[in-house]
């Protein structure tokens, strides 16, 4: 689905301060974008450190599977006037409601688009050698 909108993704990516996002992304024109998966209520009402990734993206997404109860997203705390909401399984999914663009500051853009580009490339080595020392994940 994220290809579909011109959208590259990188699972698992660690950001500045410890914090790890579940899909950091990047679509045509270098905007960054982060997606929060959440699978069940508890999991959603339970993470407190979400607003972290904010400073670190030009679109915030929720994304959660099909029947789940979004009625919580759609309160203030949850940023609804920010944040976006994916609705997906594991084949495909769709953007519910597209998240409003943010600036991020020049220079955090400039380390979020390097360290995604080499981690993608450390990433990319590892496949075609899995021998090869490339650093982190």
């Known amino acids: 689905m994220l290809l579909r909108h ?4 990188l699972a698992e990516v660690p950001l500045e301060g410890g914090r790890r996002v579940d899909l950091m992304a990047m679509d ?6 982060i997606v929060e998966i959440k699978v069940s209520r508890a999991d959603l ?4 450190k979400w607003t972290e990734y904010l400073d670190h993206c030009d679109r915030f997404y929720w994304a959660v599977p ?15 006037e920010r944040s976006g909401l994916i609705v997906a399984d594991r084949y ?7 998240a409003s663009e943010s600036v991020v500051a020049s220079a ?3 380390r979020t688009t390097l ?8 990433r990319l080595i590892s496949l075609a050698d899995p021998e090869a020392e490339t650093g982190l994940g």
């Open 6 to 9: 011109d959208i590259v993704a």
């Open 28 to 33: 045509g024109r270098g905007k960054l974008i």
């Open 45 to 48: 009402l339970g993470d407190c």
């Open 66 to 80: 099909p029947g789940f109860d979004v009625e919580p997203l759609s309160r203030a705390d949850f940023l609804p």
């Open 92 to 98: 495909d999914g769709a953007i519910v409601r597209e």
């Open 108 to 110: 955090a853009r400039k």
């Open 115 to 122: 360290a995604f580009a080499r981690r993608a490339a450390r």
